[in-house]
């Protein structure tokens, strides 16, 4: 391969090229003085000078004389080393003792002495190519000697040994000759050999031989930390992470493996060795990132070695304990004085350890918020003896999980450790401590096996505490999250109640109760009045279910919770949204229930009406009274629909007299309101069905009142120019009165003879083109009229 030269030899080899350049330019420029005496006779006199032409591009070379060479170099120190190879492996038991050793012996002294000669002629490539080969024949040189002298001796042992010569002779050798750089990274590169192979050739278990490869790496470590050649460093780095690498994999298997203290002693002890070559090179590594990130994996290391030992010792739930205490002792030594990349990387090792430890205690808390949803398809079907049988509903729960709660708290302390000493992550800290300790209480029953009574009281007791909680840290971070959780906690602790009838009342009045005060705190909160109406719903339908009252009495009710949630919104000083939504809610929940009886339904209709039309009183609410309209509307076809009357007038008039009412209140506020506007929709409700019943009526008091009332429309849209009235009552007048003439039409035309239809149209056609000018001045004329109504 091609390497710089040093400046001395460059400088050499420059004088050296112009000292020929001189020499051959001197050559040609008397040869070119000879020609042109020669050719000065004959020579026609000079043309006219002209422009000279463009000398031609020249062509780029497809690549450089150093890669040139170094493909050169490269091929011929391979063909090389392949014939000493082959001449070693085939030719070899044609020559005898004597001539093997006199062949190998000057093909290899002549390989390693000619780079010297060549680096003294500037020629420093082609020395280093020589060198490799070289080196490689000593490498052949080592196999003969074994095939000669030694071939009783265990392979691997001999190995082990010429590994290790060689290493020390090509080190050598590269120091001998100067600036030679193939032979260190060779010489590194045997270096790797020598310890590994000892151990297995010493009949050493795998713990000693992944300690060799521990020891190898480490020296690796040392060589890339501290060589100032690159060429150097990085198979040195190469080394240390691959070798280093496969030990800690095999140290790492045999700790999860070991079955008794002798073998996680060893494991640990070479988890160890691992972690302090990891944090020497951590204290020494030049980049801040390198030195972090092999400080991350040192602390994980250590954390694995600390806890190896009590995992065999203790049964299997306290290996995560264990591994999180260490990890949490590694946190402390964070404060100690050691660089700042260092520390950096513990305290994030100690975090990704307590983050593993938090993701192995997630399964419990899942199960204690998703499993009492069963009961709702189970509701009052018996009380559990325990709480984790009303948690699990006979599904296995996690067997690690009795000592969940201890590593939630332990995580827990530590945020809040953080929240105290690191103001920048107080806000994260104090939330992450204040859920692991509810996700700590919410599992801590089910763990025990605690009774079914005395969990939900626990669960009770944790929604109370979070309430209390709230509500005297008020804007901070913990009182942010306490009020979510413990609705949270309520509603899995409602859940759980189901399981019983006496539970379930006394759970969601107690719930209720806890909420409302709360709410009732210093002043009215709408999150916790939200959450007390919620559950007085759930108690209002429990209470009439354990009566044994219908269900649409139950709604009944029920719409005590959206009265009182009216009330309450209107007395808070700021919107309250949660507790409107859910007094709605509760209203939906009502009609549900009453959804099965007529009667009933259209009262609760009409009573949710009035709870609307109460709110609308206020006045940033005034959209309410359009609710208020709609339920009422409602209630009165539910309650005509429960006398079976179908006559759709008796549907329509309900909405089409406040309609009508609503427009003409618009109207005297605007007078400029169109008439469409105002009384267009109130018209257009009982019109139009109407017609549309009276077109298949045969008998003739509807088309007569229909009639009636189209008519006066159009005399009263006419006498006050109104567009709606005078058009839609006109529509329907003719369209009525075309349905009462059609009968006699139809007979009509059945008694005409067959050509007078055509001869009628002909006519009219004519007389229409007759007057077409003046029927269009008629049609503008009535357009007019139209636009100026309103």
Known sequence: MTHPPSPAEELRFLDHELRQLDARRTHLLARRTQLLALLQPVLPAAPRAASPAAPPAARRPETTAPRVQNVLLVLGGVLLAVAAIAFTLVSWGHLGIAGRSLVLGAVTLAALSAPAALRRHGLGSTAEAVAGVGLALTVLDAYALHEVAMARTDGTGYTAVAAAVLAGLWSGYGRALGSLRVSRPAALAAAQLPLPLGAVASGAGPHAIAAALLLTAACDSVVALRTPLRSLRLPASVGAYGLGGWGVLAAGVFSLTATGPGDATRASALLLLAAAIALGVARRAPGRDLSTGTAVAGGVLLVAALGGVPRVLLPGVWTVPVHLACAIALAAVVRGRLPEPVRRGFALASAGVQGAAVLWALPPVVLALLGPLGWTVRSWSGAPSDLRDALTLGAPWPPYASTAPLVLVLVAAVLVAVARTVPARRSQATTGATTLGWAALLILPATLRLPYAVGLFMLGATVAGGLVVAART???????????????????????SLASRTATLAVLAALTALFAVAAAHRRPAPGRASASLATATGLACAVGAAAGAPAAHTALLVLVVPVVAALLAARMARPAVPVEVTGAGAGLVAVGLAVTDGPVLALVLALCGVIAAGTAVREDRRPAGYAAAVLFL?????????????????????????????????????????????????????????????????????????????????????????????????????????????????????????????????????????????????????????????
């Open 634 to 790: 409602l209630a009165t076809w539910v309650q005509l629909g429960t006398w079976h009357i179908g006559t759709p007038e008796a549907y329509t008039l309900p909405v089409t007299v406040p309609a009508l009412v609503v427009g003409f209140v618009r109207q005297r506020r605007d007078p400029l309101a169109s008439s469409w506007t105002a009384y267009g929709p109130g018209l257009s409700v009982t019109l139009l069905p109407s017609l549309l019943l009276a077109w298949g009526d045969a008998d003739w008091p509807r088309p007569l009142l229909l009639g009636t009332a189209a008519l006066a429309l159009t005399l009263l849209g006419a006498h006050h120019r109104m567009q709606a009235p005078l058009v839609l009552g006109g529509g329907v007048l003719v369209l009525d009165v075309l349905h009462e003439l059609a009968p006699h039409l139809v007979q009509l035309a059945h008694a005409l003879p067959r050509w007078l239809p055509p001869a009628l149209a002909g006519l009219l056609l004519l007389a229409l083109g007759a007057t077409y000018e003046q029927r269009l001045r008629d049609a503008r004329r009535v357009r007019e009229a139209l636009g100026r109504m309103r």
């Open 474 to 496: 008020r804007r901070t971070p913990m009182s942010m999250t306490a009020f979510p959780l413990s609705l949270l906690t309520a509603a899995d602790l409602a859940l759980l």
